[in-house]
């Protein structure tokens, strides 16, 4: 159970997302942050213990980085 509304939606509008890991403020659309984060959304299916839920988080860059490198095999990286 969330303790605390990591997205703020108004007006169907994204106001502020928040780093789920941290808690630091990742987005304002207010101050129009630059700042970039990775949302993670996963609907569970029938073979998991979880079927019929969707979950989703964000992680501010600084998480995403320690929480890869704790990973046995890095993440596919492509480059654009
Ligand atoms: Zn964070």
Do not use: R
């Amino acid at each position: 159970m969330e303790k605390f509304e990591k997205k703020i939606i108004k007006d169907n509008v994204l106001t502020e997302v928040y780093c789920n890991k941290c808690g630091k403020l990742i987005y304002n659309e207010e101050t129009n942050s630059k700042v970039d984060y990775i949302n993670i959304t996963k609907e569970w299916g029938y073979f998991s213990n979880k079927d019929m839920q969707v979950h989703s988080f964000d992680l501010c860059e600084k998480c995403y980085d320690s929480l890869i490198a704790t990973f046995k095999h890095e993440p596919t990286k492509i480059k654009k």
